[in-house]
């Protein structure tokens, strides 16, 4: 089995977990859920945490096969595109990608020449594949519920890099009321999840720390199945969906939803840009 690295990356701003992850042997990677830098209030974008990922990459010699997003990102804008221009390097998401796209082309009215088959990103995955990195294995793992297409990546089947389904022990499990979600179809994901050995690394991509503690990204699967807050064992799938579904129904939806949503449906790009070459996002009103 071939030895990795992994590099956990902050953005404090939405509380974003991105990694390069590494083949040691053949310094080949992928970099999962990186985030671009967006100011709301002035509908500026930055690439300064991006740099920060580059920057560590290049240091490391590092040759970036994939950038690999674990769906599409409701609280942050993807910066995909700059590691595809930056190092070539292909972009992938669930093959599920396409119901969301469907849903929120009608809920954003996008323009008729966005097309919701998943073109605009160089592969859809499906459950099961195997993504070959170097000598690192990447096993796909279809684990909806958040949204439909989130995935899980497995590597070497000892890593998962688990997106928005586990966080960490104390703070619990993902929402589940965007379009397309479901908190049942979140507990039987979760429970594939958790029928991985005791011993699996488990990396989430966010964390909302608890009070008294500062952010963690790694736990196990032991961990989660022993503490956390709402799917250790013993936890029955109607205890679930009953506690998901009536938190849910209190939080506020995420401050970036509106842009994240409309670009990260297209692979991280902007709309298109008007005849004078202006770009412009939408906000559709009493819709979510």
């Known amino acids: 089995m071939s030895q990795i690295h992994v590099e956990a990356f902050l953005d404090k701003d939405s509380e974003t977990f991105s990694y390069v992850v590494s083949d040691i042997a053949s ?3 992928v970099i999962i859920d990186p985030v671009l830098d967006f100011d709301y209030k002035s ?54 990608i396409t119901q969301v796209q469907t849903i929120f082309k009608q809920v954003f009215n ?34 909806p519920g958040h949204t439909p297409a989130d995935l899980a990546y497995l590597v070497n089947e000892e890593t998962a890099f688990v997106g928005d389904t586990l966080f960490m022990p104390d703070v619990g499990t993902s929402r589940c009321d965007f379009p397309g979600g479901s908190a049942s179809t979140l507990f039987h994901s979760i429970s594939r999840l958790l029928a991985l050995p005791a011993e699996t690394k488990i990396y989430v991509c966010h964390d909302y720390p608890t009070k008294g503690r500062e952010h963690h990204y790694q736990t196990t699967v032991g961990a989660q199945r022993q503490h ?17 579904e009536a938190r849910d129904a209190m939080l506020a939806m995420p401050r970036l939803i509106l842009p994240s949503i409309q670009v990260n449906i297209r692979a991280g790009h902007m709309p298109p840009a008007d005849e004078q070459g202006k770009v412009y996002l939408k906000l559709p009103i009493n819709q979510l």
């Open 27 to 29: 310094k080949h990677a």
């Open 110 to 143: 996008l323009e008729k020449e966005f097309l919701p088959n998943g073109a605009q990103f160089d592969r859809l995955f499906h459950d099961g594949e195997i993504i070959q990195v170097g000598t690192m294995q990447i096993r796909v793992m279809h684990t």
């Open 228 to 244: 956390n807050i709402h799917v250790r064992d013993g936890v029955t799938e109607a205890q679930f969906v009953a506690m998901r």
């Open 43 to 96: 509908g500026r974008t930055a690439t300064q945490s991006a740099a920060v990922i580059l920057s560590y990459i290049q240091q490391q010699h590092l040759i970036v096969d994939w950038v690999l997003e674990t769906h599409a990102h409701a609280d942050h804008l993807s910066a995909a595109p700059y590691f595809k221009q930056q190092l070539g390097a292909q972009i992938g998401i669930g093959a599920q």
